[in-house]
């Protein structure tokens, strides 16, 4: 962020004190910002030209967030076998209770943003952060299937909104020069849970049965305190804020507004999903959209059924599948973490198309595997690209919208992601598993979806590496 305030007004710089160590002195954009640069992390957080520990705070937080949203999702999948069993339910009536949660999921992951892009990055985050740990034990508790449903769908609602808070505070904080390799490094945390999720199967579950894994997450609302007294506020959100009140103020004293300010009002004084589709937005919105849906599509088919193909396919009991998951998420995290670098060093389309095409290379290999071996060394070579696509995705979304509707932009297209993902495809995949008798032709339609992302991504999407978040956008 440069020393003048956002609204092209200079900004007057603060005392000495008030620095962020050998930086350029900081500057308030406006009453709120003055207010909030009393604070050393705030501080931290609101200059571009060091580390600090601050923005290791937000990193470990948001990337803690990931890790657990990872487990989640990963134990939900890999017990389904025995849920199902417990509860006497069909595989249509268990994909019909996983769109349930996700359809619920999906308000979380678009009300949790549009509030951030209203009350701020930081409380909102700590407050799903708590409501998420504290619902985990109910799902455990859970007597009958239509109360495990409801306990479920209300953890997704939370958890959906902390991911997509937490990246959108790392995006908004963290130096551009590194921007990338932060959010596909704390989105490869989403493997290490994933692997933990295979551990809590292979030992926890195998002892103590499926509730079980389902109470040890509870422990991540401290998580929630960790947040609120470490990490600062978004500056970018701030003085967002700072620059409405001022024009607000301005319009109520009778004063004229610039053409720059009158502009910029005009789209900024009422957040809601119409501002997506201007002509200034409009682009960006399908563009963001589109990498979600596909994104989404993918991971539902074969990260959703991935454990129930390999038992019935191959004859994989829970323990081999579950050790194949801490492998899996492990080596993902490798693929993450390297697109990372890939689209700080040598650009976000190239980050894209390189784990794409490598993911769809041996994803095809690993459907047509027969062996064990086979199984293990390319279902471990796929989670590399499959995986590691969704650094550079998160990345993306976040860059695709200026901080006046950075919220409602990512929640607008994760939330279709989701419902086309995780509520209509299932029906397409499940159909098709129903129709052959196996996963197989509806896991072969993966590589071809992430071809076409590549494909569309290569072509259509403007480079953002490097770029200051206000020099993208206004």
């Known amino acids: 962020m440069s020393s003048t305030a956002i609204g092209g007004r200079p900004a007057q710089p603060l005392a000495g004190e008030l620095y962020a160590g050998d930086a350029p002195p900081l500057t308030s954009g406006g009453p709120l910002e003055e207010k909030h640069l009393r604070s050393a992390a705030y501080r931290n957080a609101a200059q571009q030209e060091k580390l600090t520990s601050t923005h290791w705070h937000i990193a470990w937080a948001n990337g803690l967030g990931w890790g657990f949203d990872g487990m989640d999702g990963a134990i939900f999948s890999l017990v389904a076998p025995m849920v199902m069993a417990e509860f006497a339910v069909s595989l249509p009536e268990y994909r019909t209770g996983v769109q349930i949660a996700m359809l619920v ?35 455990a508790l859970a007597p009958t299937w239509g109360f495990f ?9 939370a958890l959906n909104g902390e991911w997509a808070i937490g990246s959108m505070l790392v995006a908004e904080t963290w130096p551009a020069r590194l921007r990338a390799r932060i959010v596909c490094s704390d989105r490869a945390a989403w493997g290490v849970g994933a692997a933990l999720a295979g551990t809590i199967t292979a030992v926890v579950v195998q002892n103590w049965g499926w509730r079980a894994a389902f109470v040890m997450p509870a422990v991540v609302a401290l998580l929630a305190v960790y947040v609120r007294f470490l990490c600062p506020e978004s500056p970018y959100w701030v003085r967002t804020t700072d620059r409405k009140r001022r024009i607000r103020a301005e319009l109520a004293a009778g004063q004229a507004l610039s053409a720059e300010d009158r502009a910029w009002f005009s789209k900024a004084d009422k957040v809601g999903v119409r501002q997506l589709f201007l002509p200034d937005m409009r682009r960006n919105t399908i563009l963001a959209t589109f990498v979600a849906v596909t994104n989404l599509i993918a991971f539902s088919t074969v990260g959703l059924w991935m454990p129930l193909f390999l038992k019935e396919a191959h004859g994989w009991s829970a323990a081999e599948y579950g050790s194949f998951y801490v ?41 047509y595997a027969e062996s064990h071996t086979a199984l293990w060394v390319y279902g471990l070579l796929w989670s590399i690209g499959f995986l590691g696509v969704w650094g550079p995705a998160t990345t993306y979304t976040a860059e695709m919208y200026p901080t006046r509707i950075r919220g409602v932009g990512n929640g607008f297209s994760w939330a279709i992601g989701f419902f086309i993902g995780y509520v209509l495809w299932p029906f397409v995949s499940v159909w098709i598993r129903e129709a052959t008798g196996s996963f197989h032709l509806a896991f072969l339609l993966i590589p071809v979806v992430m071809l076409f992302q590549a494909a569309v991504v290569w072509i259509w999407s403007p480079e953002n590496a490097g770029k200051d978040l206000d020099g993208i956008h206004v």
Do not use: C, E
Request: hydrophobic share 65%; no cysteine; proline share 2%.
């Open 105 to 139: 999921g999906i308000v979380g992951l678009y009300l949790w943003p549009w509030l951030a892009d209203k009350y701020g990055r930081r409380t909102l985050l700590a407050i799903n952060i708590a409501m998420f740990s504290l619902m985990m034990p109910l799902v």
């Open 149 to 157: 449903v409801a306990a479920y769908a209300i953890v997704r609602f």
């Open 327 to 367: 492998a899996w998420g492990l080596i993902g995290v490798v693929g993450i973490a390297g697109a990372g670098w890939i689209a700080d060093l040598l650009g976000r389309r190239l980050g894209f198309v390189l784990m794409l095409a490598q993911g769809a290379l041996f994803l095809t290999l690993w459907i």
